[in-house]
């Protein structure tokens, strides 16, 4: 379980305050008039993106046209799709088809950056939610926030409204995740190889994905997260892949998976990325993209 109230290292806030390349809004005069706290900027995001699989939920249908969406990468791209389908300011919310189409990927990374943007250190976390489907642990991103009282602090975008709230029987704050609700990659790898959790209980249950391997694939993905490279949930390289682990890769995945669920400390979370070519984000990765198929991508990093 995290050690959300683990004290900061000295860069390790302007680290997270600063943009990557995939955060960074671009055209600031979006952003004009829009809220800092952590909660009105959850709201503010829900109102501007849809998942791109909850269309029945709020009454549409997603075009077919619009289903590549969630291959948008950077959130200055996302946020020009918001104003080019609505040229109104961003704190006014759109209507449900006029809503950027994304995943939850999405929800995190643009809480992400605007949190970054008006002064709150933040950075995306991948794993697993238990509270969509029971019995179940579905993958999924959200934001973590600093908060000086409470320490890193899980929000989750996607949830703030009530047709949301209500569907799935959400109960607690989305603004304060419990760590027990949402299990970072690094609490699910170890549940599964040393606390007797199913791993077929963790992955994508209406895609029939699941297993060990996901797992495995969301541990390396969320320490590229941690160290802002916010890839898309469906990108793969090196370890985040490979089928079968000697023992020296499942000893790097415990290490990694120990500093996941502790938060940090961020110099060792910097150290495992940077100095293990298996964990680190290369330029080019393969995509397995959901409509588009098998790609290989420059992500620019």
Same mark, same amino acid.
């Given at each position: 379980? *995290?050690? *959300?109230?683990?004290?900061?290292?000295?860069?390790?806030?302007?680290?997270?305050?600063?943009?990557?390349?995939?955060? &960074?809004?671009?055209?600031?005069?979006?952003?004009?008039?829009?809220?800092?706290?952590?909660?009105?900027?959850?709201?503010?995001?829900?109102?501007?993106?849809?998942?791109?699989?909850?269309?029945?939920?709020?009454?549409?249908?997603?075009?077919?046209?619009? #289903?590549?969406? $969630?291959?948008?990468?950077?959130?200055?791209?996302?946020?020009?799709? +918001?104003?080019?389908?609505?040229?109104?300011?961003?704190?006014?919310?759109?209507?449900?088809? #006029?809503?950027?189409?994304?995943?939850?990927?999405?929800?995190?990374?643009?809480?992400?950056?605007?949190?970054?943007?008006?002064?709150?250190?933040?950075? +995306?976390?991948?794993?697993?939610?238990?509270?969509?489907?029971?019995?179940?642990?579905?993958?999924?991103? =959200?934001?973590?926030?600093?908060?000086?009282? #409470?320490?890193?602090?899980?929000? &989750?975008?996607?949830?703030?409204?009530?047709?949301?709230?209500?569907?799935? #029987?959400?109960?607690? &704050?989305?603004? &304060?995740?419990?760590?027990?609700?949402?299990?970072?990659?690094?609490? $699910?790898?170890? $549940?599964?190889?040393?606390?007797?959790?199913?791993?077929?209980?963790?992955?994508?249950?209406?895609?029939?994905?699941?297993?060990?391997?996901?797992?495995?694939?969301?541990?390396?993905?969320?320490?590229?997260?941690?160290?802002? =490279?916010?890839?898309?949930?469906?990108?793969?390289? /090196?370890?985040?892949?490979?089928?079968?682990?000697?023992?020296?890769? *499942?000893?790097?995945?415990? *290490?990694? $998976?120990?500093?996941?669920?502790?938060?940090?400390?961020?110099?060792?979370?910097?150290?495992?990325?940077?100095? /293990?070519?298996?964990?680190?984000?290369?330029?080019?990765?393969?995509?397995?993209?959901?409509?588009?198929?098998?790609?290989? =991508?420059?992500?620019?990093?």
């Amino acid at each position: 379980m *995290a050690d *959300a109230r683990q004290a900061l290292e000295a860069d390790e806030p302007s680290f997270y305050l600063t943009h990557s390349v995939f955060s &960074d809004p671009g055209d600031l005069s979006r952003l004009d008039g829009i809220p800092s706290a952590p909660g009105e900027l959850a709201r503010l995001v829900r109102d501007l993106l849809v998942h791109r699989e909850e269309g029945p939920l709020f009454g549409f249908t997603l075009p077919e046209h619009r #289903k590549n969406e $969630a291959e948008t990468r950077y959130v200055s791209a996302i946020l020009r799709i +918001i104003t080019e389908m609505d040229e109104r300011p961003l704190t006014v919310a759109r209507a449900p088809g #006029k809503r950027f189409a994304g995943t939850c990927r999405d929800f995190a990374l643009v809480l992400c950056s605007l949190l970054r943007s008006t002064g709150t250190p933040a950075r +995306i976390r991948c794993g697993f939610a238990t509270y969509f489907v029971p019995g179940r642990n579905e993958d999924h991103w =959200v934001a973590e926030y600093w908060d000086r009282d #409470k320490g890193w602090t899980l929000v &989750d975008a996607q949830l703030p409204t009530p047709r949301v709230m209500d569907t799935f #029987k959400i109960s607690f &704050d989305p603004v &304060d995740v419990p760590r027990d609700r949402f299990l970072v990659a690094g609490d $699910a790898w170890r $549940a599964c190889r040393h606390e007797g959790a199913d791993p077929a209980t963790f992955g994508v249950s209406f895609l029939n994905l699941s297993g060990l391997d996901f797992v495995q694939g969301n541990v390396v993905r969320d320490l590229a997260a941690l160290n802002k =490279v916010e890839v898309l949930p469906w990108d793969g390289w /090196n370890l985040s892949e490979r089928v079968h682990l000697d023992e020296t890769d *499942a000893r790097l995945l415990d *290490a990694v $998976a120990e500093a996941e669920s502790r938060g940090g400390p961020f110099s060792r979370l910097r150290h495992l990325f940077l100095a /293990n070519p298996g964990l680190r984000t290369p330029r080019t990765i393969t995509s397995y993209t959901t409509y588009s198929g098998v790609r290989t =991508v420059d992500i620019g990093v």
